[in-house]
Structure formats: structure tokens, C-alpha cells
T-cell receptor, first 114, second 113 residues
Framework: SQQGEEDPQALSIQEGENATMNCSYKTSINNLQWYRQNSGRGLVHLIL?????REKHSGRLRVTLDTSKKSSSLLITASRAADTASYFCATRQIFQGGSEKLVFGKGTKLTVNP | DSGVTQTPKHLITATGQRVTLRCSPRSGDLSVYWYQQSLDQGLQFLIQ???????AKGNILERFSAQQFPDLHSELNLSSLELGDSALYFCASSLDSGANVLTFGAGSRLTVL
């Protein structure tokens, strides 16, 4: 089952605009991650935010986390055509016995038009 | 180049056949994860190995099996293939057994005809 659900499923903007993607999840987490995937390629880790953090920045990326609402958002400022990709949030699920898995949402497909 | 190597990049085969996908983790990483990505199911976790031992299991079918060898490379075996097994199969690796930051390979695209 999907732990994270991204919203919107698809987003189309013009170069220079900001892009905001949201992620909601269901269970308790100790961190939430965002990954990027260019069409048909492997996922690339962008940023990790811990459950005791509310906001984190990395270059043009800004991630917020609201554990009371079980939601996170990814903001890409001053978008570029090269930002065109799918963006996924991922959360850790912990099994009985302590093993873990990283569960991904279905992603937001971002298109940045030049 | 992420440092995670997957072969083959593309594979076309017929229903009922068996294939093996191979993954070499990033140097120093002890954990290997396998994910399946299809259009309708998204990215599904299949299985994780840590230092040669199975660590966590996800939605892996009984027709699928995996292992991690002493040199830490991993193989995912898919047998009695069905049309619905057509997907991108990703391998990812991480330093430890906790599902923190994963480094993904470029994937193996399997097409079952």
C-alpha cells in the first residue's frame, strides 16, 4: 500500500514560476524524503527532513513538514525547464521485528515550459 | 552515474519465461533494495537484503526470488513471467540496514510479450 500520496498528480508551469507539491502520509514517521525521477530513469534523492524539523532548504528547494497534519510540501523556486521530472515523497515503514522499508507515493509529474 | 549498476538495461521476453536481473551496489553500501515501477501500481517495494541476509520483504510474488552474494551484488529472479510483470525494476543501495537515503540504479526495463 502507498504510504505517501502526492498532490497534484500533474503540474504544468512556466519557467521562472514556483512549483509546490504536497504529500500526505498515514502513519508515524521519523523522517520524510523527496526524490526526483527524470523520465524512465532512476530516482535521485533530493532532501530528507526529520520528524522534529519543520522546514529545510537546499538550494532552490524548500521542504516543510507538519506532523500533526501528516503532510509535507516541496517548493521549487524559480523553476527551470530542467526541473521537468516526477517528484516522489517517501516515508519509512517499520515492521514488527524492526525491519524497515521506504514507501513511495505515486508522484507528481512536473512540467516546466520554457 | 549513481554508482549503482544494473544489468541488463532492457529485456524483452515471452510469457512463461524466466529472467535474472543483476545489481551491483554503490561501493561501501551493504543494503540492496529491489523496487518494481509500473504505470498503474507506482513504485512498489519488493525486498531488501543487508550484508547477504534478507532484511525486509514487501509485495514480492512467489514467482520472484532474490539473493545477495558475498561480494554484495544482488540478483532478482523472475519466473513464469506474465504480461503484467512488464515494468521497470530498480535496485537501490544504502550504507546500513535502515531505510534512509537510497541511491538508485538506472533500472532494468522488462517487457513481457
Amino acid at each position: 500500500s502507498q504510504q505517501g500520496e502526492e498532490d497534484p498528480q500533474a503540474l504544468s508551469i512556466q519557467e521562472g514560476e514556483n512549483a509546490t507539491m504536497n504529500c500526505s502520509y498515514k502513519t508515524s514517521i521519523n523522517n520524510l524524503q523527496w526524490y526526483r525521477q527524470n523520465s524512465g530513469r532512476g530516482l535521485v534523492h533530493l532532501i530528507l527532513i526529520r520528524s522534529n524539523e519543520r522546514e529545510k532548504h537546499s538550494g532552490r528547494l524548500r521542504v516543510t513538514l507538519d506532523t500533526s497534519k501528516k503532510s509535507s510540501s516541496l517548493l521549487i523556486t524559480a523553476s527551470r525547464a530542467a526541473d521537468t521530472a516526477s517528484y516522489f515523497c517517501a516515508t519509512r515503514q517499520i515492521f514488527q521485528g524492526g525491519s524497515e522499508k521506504l514507501v513511495f507515493g505515486k508522484g507528481t509529474k512536473l512540467t516546466v515550459n520554457p | 552515474d549513481s554508482g549503482v549498476t544494473q544489468t541488463p538495461k532492457h529485456l524483452i521476453t515471452a510469457t512463461g519465461q524466466r529472467v535474472t536481473l543483476r545489481c551491483s551496489p554503490r561501493s561501501g553500501d551493504l543494503s540492496v533494495y529491489w523496487y518494481q515501477q509500473s504505470l498503474d501500481q507506482g513504485l512498489q517495494f519488493l525486498i531488501q537484503y543487508y550484508n547477504g541476509e534478507e532484511r525486509a520483504k514487501g509485495n514480492i510474488l512467489e514467482r520472484f526470488s532474490a539473493q545477495q552474494f558475498p561480494d554484495l551484488h544482488s540478483e532478482l529472479n523472475l519466473s513464469s513471467l506474465e504480461l503484467g510483470d512488464s515494468a521497470l525494476y530498480f535496485c537501490a543501495s544504502s550504507l546500513d540496514s535502515g531505510a534512509n537515503v537510497l541511491t538508485f540504479g538506472a533500472g532494468s526495463r522488462l517487457t513481457v510479450l
